[in-house]
């Protein structure tokens, strides 16, 4: 037994093709050193740039360089051992290595693409960047199915079917697919629409007139919206939805609007004209108050129990609590105006008035 594993190997040192493989072996040993030198000092260099791609792109191409290395240098070691024997070469191992070779530039270009992405979304926190985060989302996942779907055509093309037999497959298994989940595909075309009109993005708050539907947007996929509503309830909207219902967007408001009709009494009639005139200087005046938009306060009606005149104006900031605090400013201001003019806010009330008798009557004849 001994004496057989020492002639193998003795037959298997001596060997012609073991030199050819040994150098094959080391010459993919020793490019794959030099790529990883050369990827490791660009990586540096990358480092001190603000640019994201270049970081993106040596990042990505680390692995995949590595994996098609090594199959191109085990394909071309099996080509000579099968040269030496005077064996046929498998057309199945050529198919194999161009399979490979396609998987790992398709790896690469998926690692680029998610790389890219990271890199943007990051670069989109900074202040004063204009990157939308979720057309940053919508590009990268098209990116991947394109990449995806041309691959596996690529491959499919290299194993020897035939591209146009699979398209025309999938046209009609497409029509198909497309009776069956007709829903599925309304839904991703919704959200494509979504990526590409940006009625509204993650994070901002939306709400419909037609549904139920108010909240801050949390997540925008293929086939749904997470909505999280104001009481911390989320709401999965159907993305199809949106292109049927119509969508108020509050978060991009340029000013919110005060709008109060405020009544005096009857008897401060005579009044009337100088108030309106004083709250009209107080909100032009007034530092929070947009004198740029629309500014009206008139009389505006003789009601029931007033005398009603109308405040319409907008505030110059757009966040919620701190337009209460204005619109609470305006209006205590606004009591103050008709305190010091003597007048009174009105509040519903009701006078009755009897007539008195015209005559006494008259005596009855004896």
Not at 34 to 48: G, P
Request: glycine share 6%; charged share 20%; with cysteine.
């Amino acid at each position: 037994m001994f004496d057989l594993l020492e002639n193998l190997g003795k037959s298997f040192v001596a060997s012609s093709w073991l030199p050819q493989v040994l150098l094959v072996t080391g010459a993919v040993v020793a490019v794959n050193l030099v790529a990883y030198t050369v990827l490791h000092y660009l990586e540096k260099v990358a480092r001190r740039s603000a640019a994201v791609w270049d970081d993106a792109l040596i990042q990505a191409a680390r692995r995949p360089a590595t994996l098609a290395l090594w199959v191109i240098g085990a394909y071309y070691a099996a080509r000579v051992i099968h040269t030496h024997q005077d064996r046929a070469f498998p057309e199945g191992l050529t198919l194999a290595r161009d399979t490979v070779v396609v998987a790992a530039f398709a790896w690469f270009l998926l690692r680029l693409i998610g790389n890219l992405a990271r890199g943007m979304r990051a670069r989109a926190l900074e202040p004063g960047c204009k990157i939308d985060p979720t057309t940053i989302d919508a590009l990268s996942k098209l990116g991947r199915i394109t990449v995806v779907i041309l691959a596996g055509l690529v491959i499919a093309q290299t194993l020897g079917f035939s591209v146009s037999g699979v398209l025309a497959f999938g046209g009609i298994g497409g029509i198909a697919v497309g009776f069956a989940a007709k829903d599925m595909l309304a839904n991703f075309f919704g959200g494509l629409t979504i990526y590409l009109d940006r009625p509204f993005v993650v994070g901002e708050w939306i709400r419909s007139p037609d549904k139920e539907i108010e909240g801050t947007v949390e997540y925008i996929g293929w086939r749904h919206t997470r909505v999280r509503a104001f009481n911390k309830n989320p709401i999965y909207v159907p993305n199809a939805l949106f292109t049927n219902i119509v969508v108020e967007n509050p978060t991009r408001m340029t000013n919110r609007r005060i709008k109060e009709t405020i009544g005096i009494r009857y008897q401060d009639f005579d009044k009337m004209t100088a108030i309106v005139a004083e709250v009209k200087a107080m909100l032009r005046a007034h530092p929070e108050i947009d004198t740029e938009a629309t500014l009206i306060v008139s009389f505006n009606a003789f009601a029931a129990s007033s005398l009603d005149f109308f405040v319409y104006t907008f505030t110059r900031t757009v966040e919620w609590t701190r337009f209460h605090e204005v619109k609470q400013d305006v209006l205590l201001k606004i009591g103050a105006i008709i305190s010091a003019h003597g007048a009174e806010i009105a509040y519903p009330t009701r006078s009755l008035h009897i007539e008195s008798a015209v005559g006494a009557a008259s005596p009855a004849r004896q």
